[in-house]
T-cell receptor, first 114, second 110 residues
Framework: NAGVTQTPKFRVLKTGQSMTLLCAQD?????MYWYRQDPGMGLRLIHY???????AKGEVPDGYNVSRLKKQNFLLGLESAAPSQTSVYFC?????????????FGSGTRLTVV | AQSVAQPEDQVNVAEGNPLTVKCTYS??????LFWYVQYPNRGLQFLLK??????LVKGSYGFEAEFNKSQTSFHLKKPSALVSDSALYFC????????FGTGTKLQVIP
């Protein structure tokens, strides 16, 4: 089925380790986003991209980096993981900045940093 | 700064009864408004949207939402709740950027 695929689904990291979360979409969407979801705080935007080769900071970008080398992929990197980065991470995509039907979300990556 | 408020962390309703999940927004312009639903271990799924026009919008799974400009509200409603409606519901406003509410857990009791 078409949509947004996130890998991995679960991961446990030790403090200081690095990892990359992969988001892939096959809908030819221009816009892609990374959010983190924490209890009582809803979704907060980490970084986003308005097209291949572009990235921009969201609300909570510190400690994360992103890359959009291909239109269909949006990678989120943690260079040195911290316990505060324990969260559920969601990738989303949309065909424009004001999509009539909102965003399409992936199923999430649950990350625990110990 | 724009914000979206969902004042209830949890709403409990008996199966078959009508349900309402509340949302208010604070945005300087005229936003697009959305409701999303999240089932356990899943991403958010689009339910319905308001862009312009009729204040009552209908969406997936029998849900509807009422836009009230004077009260800056966009409450989600359903005439008869199902146990399968139990999930986490998010309201979102889009005006230059998207802002999500903190979510409301809906528990439908058999």
């Amino acid at each position: 089925n078409a949509g947004v695929t996130q890998t991995p689904k679960f991961r446990v990291l030790k403090t200081g380790q690095s990892m990359t979360l992969l988001c892939a979409q096959d809908m030819n969407h221009e816009y892609m986003y990374w959010y983190r979801q924490d209890p009582g705080m809803g979704l907060r935007l980490i970084h986003y991209s308005v097209g291949e080769g572009t990235t921009a900071k969201g609300e909570v970008p510190d400690g994360y980096n992103v890359s959009r080398l291909k239109k269909q992929n949006f990678l989120l990197g943690l260079e040195s993981a911290a316990p505060s980065q324990t969260s559920v991470y969601f990738c989303a995509s949309s065909y424009s900045s004001a999509p009539n039907y909102g965003y399409t979300f992936g199923s999430g990556t649950r990350l625990t940093v110990v | 700064a724009q914000s979206v408020a969902q004042p209830e962390d949890q709403v409990n309703v008996a199966e078959g009864n009508p349900l309402t999940v509340k949302c208010t927004y604070s945005v300087s312009g005229n936003p697009y408004l959305f409701w999303y639903v999240q089932y356990p271990n899943r991403g958010l799924q689009f339910l319905l949207k308001y862009i312009t026009g009729d204040n009552l919008v209908k969406g997936s799974y029998g849900f509807e939402a009422e836009f009230n400009k004077s009260q800056t509200s966009f409450h989600l409603k359903k005439p008869s709740a199902l146990v399968s409606d139990s999930a986490l519901y998010f309201c979102a406003a889009l005006y230059q950027k998207v802002t999500f509410g903190t979510g409301t857990k809906l528990q439908v009791i058999p």
